[in-house]
Each structure stands twice: as C-alpha cells, then as structure tokens.
C-alpha cells in the first residue's frame, strides 16, 4: 500500500491540523465491512446511520456517544439451546462486532430505533447561536468638512 506525506499542507493551512492529523491515522487501517452499514443526508442538518444488525435484538446492541465519537457494539448472547442447533447452512453471520464513528462538531445522537433488521441512528446537527453566520452591519464615517473642523478647535 502507497503512503502519503501530509506534512506539506501542514505548513500551508490554518486549523485544519486535525484533519490532516485524522487522515494520517486513516491511511493504515483497512476499513470495517460488517456489519455494512449506510450514512445518509436527509436534511441540512440531518443524517442517518443505517446498520444491518440481522438476528440481533434491541438488547444485543449497545450505543455510546462520547464528546465527538459514536460506538456501536453488538453482542449475541449464548443461548442454551444453541448446542442443539445444527447448520446445513450459516449464512446469517451473528458474530460481535463494534462500529466506530467520528462526529463532527455539534453533532448530536438525536435518537435510535430497530425496524426490519435494520438499526437506524438519528444525528441532528445544531450550531449554537454564537456560531451561526449573522450579518454585520458596515458603517460610514460622514466626511469632515472644514466647518466641522472649525469647531472642534
């Protein structure tokens, strides 16, 4: 596998180091495959993170959302009469596994729900008011004439 140097854009770019810092730690990791999963846009400040969790129950998954990180695990818990079970065929894979997310600032879980083998997590984007686009107001200086400077002596 090619690597890259990011130490170039470094030097060129203004707060964006976190980026740059996020994309060296990218580049050597292969991606997760399962469970797949979907991220969608479904507003402005909307997504959806849409993960096939087949065979799993609501009490086999776990959500966590910390500052700007999500997790999601997904354990099947050992039945009894899972011994008894034979398999001609296992193609519904129930295997754990554990999803990591990165959230971009003043994004928030907004909620959950399990539907059709599908886990559906909800994520609303709010800025705060201090952080929303506002527009300034630009003001003009009358200019001085020599009356006005007469009286300012």
Same mark, same amino acid.
């Given at each position: 596998? @090619?690597? *890259?140097? +990011?130490?170039?854009?470094?030097?060129?770019? #203004?707060? *964006?180091? /976190? %980026? +740059?810092? /996020?994309? $060296?730690?990218?580049?050597?990791?292969?991606?997760?495959?399962?469970?797949?999963?979907? =991220?969608?846009?479904?507003? $402005?400040?909307?997504?959806? =993170?849409?993960?096939?969790?087949? &065979? *799993?129950? !609501? &009490? $086999?998954?776990? =959500?966590?959302?910390?500052?700007?990180?999500?997790?999601?695990?997904?354990?099947? !818990? @050992?039945?009894?009469?899972?011994? !008894?079970?034979?398999?001609?065929?296992? &193609?519904?894979?129930?295997?754990? *596994?554990?999803? /990591?997310? @990165?959230?971009?600032?003043?994004?928030?879980?907004?909620?959950?729900?399990?539907?059709?083998?599908? %886990?559906?997590?909800? %994520?609303?984007?709010?800025?705060?008011?201090?952080?929303?686009?506002? @527009?300034?107001? =630009?003001?003009? !200086?009358?200019?001085?004439?020599?009356? $006005?400077?007469?009286? #300012?002596?």
């Amino acid at each position: 596998m @090619q690597t *890259f140097d +990011f130490t170039p854009f470094y030097r060129s770019t #203004v707060g *964006f180091d /976190r %980026l +740059f810092s /996020r994309l $060296d730690s990218v580049v050597g990791q292969e991606p997760k495959t399962y469970p797949p999963y979907n =991220i969608e846009k479904i507003g $402005d400040n909307a997504y959806r =993170i849409s993960i096939a969790v087949a &065979g *799993f129950s !609501a &009490g $086999d998954i776990a =959500i966590e959302a910390k500052e700007n990180s999500l997790t999601v695990k997904g354990a099947k !818990a @050992q039945e009894a009469d899972d011994k !008894a079970r034979e398999f001609l065929h296992r &193609g519904i894979a129930e295997r754990a *596994f554990e999803l /990591r997310f @990165q959230l971009a600032e003043y994004v928030e879980v907004a909620g959950a729900s399990l539907e059709n083998g599908l %886990l559906h997590i909800e %994520l609303k984007r709010e800025l705060p008011e201090s952080k929303k686009a506002r @527009q300034i107001a =630009i003001g003009t !200086a009358a200019p001085r004439t020599i009356e $006005d400077k007469a009286t #300012v002596n």
